[in-house]
């Protein structure tokens, strides 16, 4: 039987339609301005100045999200090849090269969910360091494609006490992009629809905290995998009102579950935090290993990402530059560990899973002593899994499913 037709292990959540109609609106509407130019169209980072695109008119299309396609429909690993040709190494983001594999390859998986042909063309492309530096290179690949500017914010790194000289910095920074915004959009900068934008991004990140922190509740009414699919929106959407709207249904849902005393695993036993990315390809089988182990994810690191409330559409060149800076990949390991402490505090769980993703360092928090520095201090137990986001050939599903059955086994043990 292929793993499609195997009857899902955790009850399914109802916004799941909304949310698919969602985001095919976000691909149509992208489609439709790259085959008649009636929108201008910024490719952005995952954490990049969205709400400035959006304030500014453009339709924002995000290649990450591109890339996670490609991993979840499993496209990644033969499209990974075609990068490494022209001189992309595979032990880079498996994202970009898998995405720019796609390109030269002319496949996408909108093809097949969307019958949409190719990604849309873009007008500018928009990129924040503050996560890594491949997404500057990858923007500076599609920049040469398609002779159009590749502009960006470069953020500070690795830093322990955010201080108020990175975020005037940063906003600065984030200011001095708006003259090229004009000239590519042919529009000027109005501050109230860019207010706007902040104060719906705001909303948003509250609504997609509040649906995340209801995995506090025991037993918890979703899990790491639901999240890693309904994080759509507030990655794609943040700074409109669909998404407000989309979270507040998905939050309302979860709340009535937690009443009803609705599980996402039936017979939950044990809780545990997943550090790092998720492994695309591979989320279905790992949801069914997980709830066959009765093991809930209630929480994690990566969808937590997309949480930026300190937005303030009052001031909001500054609340951006903070919201972006103070983000968990752009800290140092004391930081990332008293982060994790807290969501110990918040989620009890009983264990860690850290992924070490080959081609992501900047998302493997494992490779520094991290876990076994938590391990000691919050006295629960942790394992490394070693995969991939999307390069399936870092990953060996048969030692994964043994380290964490074993894993399990130590939890039981107590
Ligand atoms: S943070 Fe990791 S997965 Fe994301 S773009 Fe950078 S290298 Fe790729």
């Not at 195997?6 to 992208?30: N, S």
């Not at 709830?291 to 609340?319: G, M, R």
Request: proline fraction near 5%.
């Amino acid at each position: 039987m292929s793993s499609q037709n195997k009857k899902l292990p955790t009850k399914p959540i109802e916004a799941t339609k909304t949310l698919k109609k969602i985001m095919a609106r976000h691909f149509y509407e992208l489609d439709e301005a790259s085959r008649t130019g009636n929108k201008k169209i910024a490719w952005c980072t995952s954490v990049g100045p969205a709400e400035l695109l959006r304030g500014m008119g453009f339709l924002v299309y995000f290649p990450e999200n591109h890339g996670a396609l490609l991993g979840a429909t499993r496209m990644a690993t033969e499209l990974i090849p075609y990068a490494n040709a022209i001189g992309y190494s595979p032990d880079i983001c498996s994202y970009l090269t898998s995405d720019i594999g796609a390109y030269l390859q002319k496949k996408t998986p909108l093809t097949k969910a969307y019958n949409i042909k190719s990604v849309p063309r873009p007008d500018v492309l928009v990129f924040n360091t503050n996560q890594c530096r491949d997404v500057q290179d990858w923007f500076a690949f599609y920049a040469r494609e398609f002779n159009v500017p590749s502009i960006g914010v470069y953020t500070h790194r690795d830093i322990a006490k955010i201080k108020d000289y990175h975020i005037q910095d940063i906003a600065k920074q984030i200011q001095d992009l708006i003259p090229i915004l004009e000239e590519v959009s042919g529009q000027k900068f109005d501050m109230d629809r860019f207010k706007e934008a902040v104060a719906l991004s705001k909303r948003t990140s509250e609504l997609w905290r509040a649906c995340l922190e209801s995995a506090a509740a025991i037993p918890s009414p979703w899990n790491f995998f639901d999240a890693t699919i309904h994080m759509g929106p507030a990655v794609v959407a943040r700074g409109t009102k669909e998404a407000v709207d989309y979270y507040e249904l998905l939050l309302a849902e979860l709340k009535e579950r937690i009443e009803q005393g609705v599980a996402s695993i039936e017979g939950e036993k044990y809780r545990l935090y997943w550090e790092g990315m998720p492994i695309w390809g591979k989320l279905r089988a790992l949801s069914e290993l997980f709830a066959s182990l009765k093991t809930c994810i209630v929480a994690s690191t990566y969808c937590n990402s997309w949480i930026f409330d300190q937005l303030d559409p009052e001031q909001p060149f500054e609340s951006m530059a903070r919201a972006y800076t103070e983000l968990f990949i752009v800290r140092d390991e004391g930081y990332k560990e008293d982060y994790i402490a807290n969501c110990h505090k918040l989620f009890k769980f009983h264990g860690i899973i850290f992924h070490d993703a080959k081609t992501c360092p900047n998302n493997s928090n494992n490779r520094y002593g991290m876990p076994e520095r938590l391990t000691k201090r919050l006295g629960i137990p942790a394992i490394t899994i070693n995969g991939d986001l999307n390069d399936l050939r870092c990953y060996s599903e048969e030692q994964a499913r043994t380290n964490i059955e074993a894993f399990i086994e130590q939890l039981e043990e107590g």
